[in-house]
Every structure is written in C-alpha cells, then in structure tokens.
Nanobody
Framework: QAQLVESGGGSVQPGGSLRLSCAASGFRFSHYVVRWYRQAPGKMRELVASITAAGDQTLYADSVKGRFTISRDNAKNVAYLEMIMLKPEDTGVYLC??????????????WGRGTEVTVSS
C-alpha cells in the first residue's frame, strides 16, 4: 500500500522558515522522482520543486528559486522541502508526489494528502 504523508506545515510570518517532510511507505521510494506541489485556494496546482531518485539533480520554480531547497534521504524514505524567506504568496497546501521510473510502464504516481502552509503577518 503505497503512501506519502506530508508534515511540517504551519503558520509563519513573512520572512520565516519551515521545513516540510514527506514520509514514504509501501513502495520503492529510492527509485522514484519526488516533486513538491502547492495549491492556493482557487488557484491551479503549481510545481514547486523536484528531485531525481538519486538526489543528484533538482529543479525549482522561478518563484521559489534561492529560497526553497528540496532534498531526500533514501535510507529513511523521506523527502524534504526546506523553505526560507517565506512570502505571503507561498501560502497554500503543499503536496508531495512520487513518480515511478518511466521504464516501469503504467505504474501510478503516489500522492500525499498535503500539509497547509500559511504565511501572513
């Protein structure tokens, strides 16, 4: 039973920091790309960051580049999103996704249920 569970969200003032965690279970996490998305109320889901299975390559949305860091610890089956210098526009539900290798064929992505981040003064 593949599962991802996000944690670490909360309310913070502008300029503050949070570290989100995405704990994986029930699948071969170390083979999966991990992506963090966020979705604000009434807005489309936005890809925030991604990291390769080995953790050797990362990509970021321009809006978070230089402020957010995605990482993973395959030995612990956990991915992270470290967020600093948070802005009100960073507010939203943050979700992690694990994407299987394409060579595996039609294997489902694994989604977490999300953790809420609120940045306000």
């Amino acid at each position: 039973q593949a599962q991802l569970v996000e944690s670490g969200g909360g309310s913070v003032q502008p300029g503050g920091s949070l570290r989100l965690s995405c704990a994986a279970s029930g699948f071969r996490f170390s083979h999966y790309v991990v992506r963090w998305y966020r979705q604000a109320p009434g807005k489309m889901r936005e890809l925030v960051a991604s990291i390769t299975a080995a953790g050797d390559q990362t990509l970021y949305a321009d809006s978070v580049k230089g402020r957010f860091t995605i990482s993973r610890d395959n030995a612990k089956n956990v991915a992270y999103l470290e967020m600093i210098m948070l802005k009100p526009e960073d507010t939203g539900v943050y979700l992690c996704l694990a994407q299987p290798p394409t060579e595996w064929g039609p294997v489902d992505d694994v989604w977490g249920r999300g953790t809420e981040v609120t940045v306000s003064s």
